[in-house]
Antibody, heavy 118, light 110 residues
């Protein structure tokens, strides 16, 4: 079935790095724009980044620009998020999501928790 | 920086109708922002309700509807049920690389 499964979350010290992965299955991954969305504990949803389906464009929220890098491997049906220079405010559950149209996030993963703490 | 605004909280009686809105701190929401709506209960991933202003996602009952009301996007729930008690988020596409979620509305059914 159509599915997204995130992995790679954990506890990291401030200033550290972490790489999240999102494994896609059940659909033609390369034809979809993919996003990362996060949710800090007790807070709302925040868009983080996206990678266009044509493979040419990546975009980032101002809060992560210059520190996070989104990538995709269409041969392995995998979306990734490299997070460097982590801060306490990056603590959140990170969701990957499929964009079926323009910000029509029709499929969501279950999320992976990133905790930035010393 | 433009902020997407939502009511922090709302309450509705079982069987009643409620309209949640999604606005901008500056300007009006139009269909060109492709407003979409998501429902989330604690500890769960969001569930897609509405996309492109008024299109229902697969499997969403027709008591959920989307529209533009005045200068805002709106989500209307008719015949509210107990399990509609959730957080509701709108999101707007404001151009290449500009995707903004609203702060969310906590809906209570009582």
């Amino acid at each position: 079935q159509v599915q997204l499964v995130e992995s790679g979350g954990g506890v990291v010290q401030p200033g550290g790095s972490l790489r999240l992965s999102c494994a896609a299955s059940g659909f033609t991954f390369r034809t979809y724009t993919m996003h990362w969305v996060r949710q800090a504990p007790g807070k709302g949803l925040e868009w983080v980044a996206y990678f266009s389906s044509d493979g040419t464009n990546t975009y980032y929220a101002d809060s992560v620009k210059g520190r996070f890098t989104i990538s995709r491997d269409n041969s392995r049906n995998t979306l990734s998020l490299q997070m460097n220079g982590l801060r306490g405010e990056d603590t959140a559950v990170y969701f990957c999501t499929r964009d079926a149209r323009v910000v029509y996030f029709d499929i969501w993963g279950q999320g992976t928790l990133v905790t930035v703490s010393s | 920086q433009t902020v997407v605004t939502q009511e922090p909280s709302f309450s509705v009686s079982p069987g009643g109708t409620v309209t949640l809105t999604c606005g901008l701190s500056s300007g009006s929401v139009s269909t060109s922002y492709y407003p979409s709506w998501y429902q989330q209960t604690p500890g769960q991933a969001p569930r897609t309700l509405i996309y492109s202003t008024n299109s229902r996602s697969s499997g969403v009952p027709d008591r959920f509807s989307g529209s533009i009301l005045g200068n805002k996007a709106a989500l209307t729930i008719t015949g509210a049920q107990a399990d509609d008690e959730s957080d509701y988020y709108c999101v707007l596409y404001m151009g290449p690389g500009i995707v903004v979620f609203g702060g969310g509305t906590k809906l209570t059914v009582l």
